[in-house]
């Protein structure tokens, strides 16, 4: 064999050779196999959501970043989700992603680092949602005292609807409506957020009645298994509910954003049913309370009221000192009456006796002859009078009518005259209309004549003027 003088790495040894593919996969292994299973803290970086429901972020410290992704399943499974800026402690598998030559860490669980950390953010979003007006003490509704409808937005199974119900049961008889959502975990604040909706979206006077008041309840718990009741979406829905909201979310000494947005916050869900309907007991009992003080008052008053009356009592005079002048004046016209009407009844009785006396049949026959000559002799008066007024009305008229006839164009017409008159019935009197007019009337003494009109002839000197024929000009 003959051996070829050059640099050792040149020559040809026993290093395998690798496919790019078996290489990335190689890789793979050892890395998954060095490391396994990790817990990673760090600060979460940008953080994407694709739409198949996977997520994209980065975890990075002040040194290096390393990429993670949680698949949809993992994601809905998070107590806590992971948002930019947040110190969380990851846990999950490092792998390859051999298209793009990198390594990431599958995320199965974050948890936030610490409970320092959570509060952090969770400080912040209460001043983010307080800056928008969203807990003023302005915005908060009151609870109607005696509600007929109660809206339970809590989970199905567990002790807290049990002693809702329970609690209920002793108070005043009313309509309970649950609406079942989760109560922690990924899905709690959208399923809360749309039952407060949903409730607020009833018609009054449907077939689902409307409720008086809302009651979001849950048991206590950590903060991370309350962090749904901090979410954003939640604590906007609250605020927007026009129906009264009690937030009983946890033991008396959890503090959950939902409680600053409620129109009344109990510290547990049986102390929520309490504050929403009263106690039928404690009520009758208030009510017969209520109606013995209105009835003491009322005695008290009228007991009051009389006392003053006996004593502004003896300032005054005594009755029958201010009824004795009445009185004694009452006997003087009493006893004044009878002898009064007596003479009255005698005075009367002569004036009926002397009116009588005048109603004789003589008297009366006397008065009627009387009269009955004045009537006879103003007849005859009026008679005189009216044949005088009609011998005078008739001298005058005729009087007036020779005048008439004197005066009136027949006379005229006698004496040689006549009227011109044109086809509209109109009176002509000079030649020249006589001579525009289509024919003419001509009346005399004895009659009327119809003649047709024509032009009248022009006069000059030494001409005598020939009237046309057919013309009476």
């Not at 496919?19 to 990335?24: A, K, N, Y």
């Not at 916050?265 to 009758?284: F, G, K, M, N, S």
């Not at 009835?295 to 006392?307: K, P």
């Amino acid at each position: 064999m003959d051996l070829i003088d050059g640099p050792e790495d040149a020559i040809p040894g026993n290093t395998p050779e690798f496919t790019v593919s078996d290489l990335s996969g190689a890789v793979k292994r050892t890395l998954e196999g060095e490391f396994g299973r990790v817990r990673v803290r760090g600060e979460v970086g940008r953080v994407v959501i694709a739409r198949t429901g996977h997520m994209y972020f980065d975890l990075k410290d002040d040194r290096a970043v390393i990429a993670g992704v949680s698949w949809k399943g993992q994601v809905a499974r998070m107590k806590v989700r992971p948002e930019e800026g947040m110190e969380v402690i990851a846990t999950g598998r490092l792998t390859t992603f051999a298209p793009q030559s990198k390594y990431q860490l599958q995320v199965e669980s974050i948890e936030p680092a610490g409970a320092g950390a959570l509060m952090a953010m969770l400080e912040a979003r209460r001043k983010a949602l307080a800056a928008e007006g969203l807990f003023d003490a302005g915005r908060k509704r009151r609870l109607p005292y005696l509600p007929r409808v109660v809206g339970v937005v809590t989970s199905p199974q567990g002790a807290v609807i049990r002693d809702i119900l329970h609690r209920l049961s002793d108070r005043f008889g009313v309509h309970v409506l649950v609406w079942p959502v989760a109560v922690q975990g990924q899905g709690c604040a959208p399923q809360v957020a749309r039952a407060i909706e949903g409730f607020n979206a009833l018609a009054p006077g449907g077939p689902i009645p409307r409720p008086d008041v809302l009651i979001v309840a849950r048991g206590g718990g950590s903060i991370e298994d309350l962090w749904g009741f901090n979410e954003e979406i939640v604590v906007r829905a609250a605020a927007a509910s026009d129906i009264p909201l009690i937030s009983a979310v946890g033991h008396e000494t959890d503090t959950t954003l939902i409680d600053h947005a409620s129109d009344q916050r109990a510290p547990t869900p049986t102390a929520a049913a309490e504050i929403a309907v009263p106690v039928h007991a404690d009520l009758v009992a208030h009510v017969s309370n209520l109606n013995a003080r209105l009835v003491r008052g009322g005695a008290q008053s009228v007991a009051l009221r009389r006392q003053r009356l006996r004593d502004v009592g003896r300032a005054l005079p005594r009755p029958e000192n201010l009824l004795a002048p009445a009185m004694q004046r009452f006997d003087q016209w009493a006893e004044r009456v009878p002898g009064s009407l007596r003479a009255a009844l005698l005075s009367k009785r002569q004036e009926l006796r002397g009116a009588a006396a005048g109603l004789r049949p003589t008297a009366l026959n006397t008065q009627i002859a009387r009269g009955r000559e004045r009537l006879d002799g103003q007849s005859a008066r009026a008679d005189r009078a009216a044949l005088a007024r009609l011998d005078s009305l008739g001298t005058r008229l005729a009087s007036l009518e020779r005048l008439r006839q004197s005066l009136g164009y027949p006379a005229t017409l006698q004496r040689g005259y006549a009227v011109v008159r044109d086809d509209a019935g109109e009176v002509v009197t000079s030649a020249t209309r006589a001579g525009q007019a289509n024919a003419l009337q001509v009346e005399f003494r004895d009659g009327t004549l119809d003649v047709m009109a024509g032009k009248r002839p022009k006069s000059g000197k030494g001409t005598k003027p020939k009237p046309e024929q057919g013309s009476l000009f």
